[in-house]
């Protein structure tokens, strides 16, 4: 089984974005709007930088996309 590679989102508020990087992936560095625009983006992104960087051929790439957004609630008064 090839192994899992393991994917860093995080909102940036500022941008209103998502940005991902991974050590697992060399050169990632992306962004998309929404998480599920993302996940799609990086569906396509990531074989193509493994094949740009060597990474051992195979039919599929699995990996584990993590989100963190940090966040303030409000209570109402």
Known sequence: MP???FIRA???D???VW???SDDVPGLATEAETIEALSHKLEAMVPELLDANGYPDGPEVPFELWARKFAVAHRGV
């Open 14 to 16: 500022d941008a209103g």
């Open 3 to 5: 192994k899992i590679l």
């Open 10 to 12: 995080e909102w940036d």
């Open 19 to 21: 940005v991902a990087t």
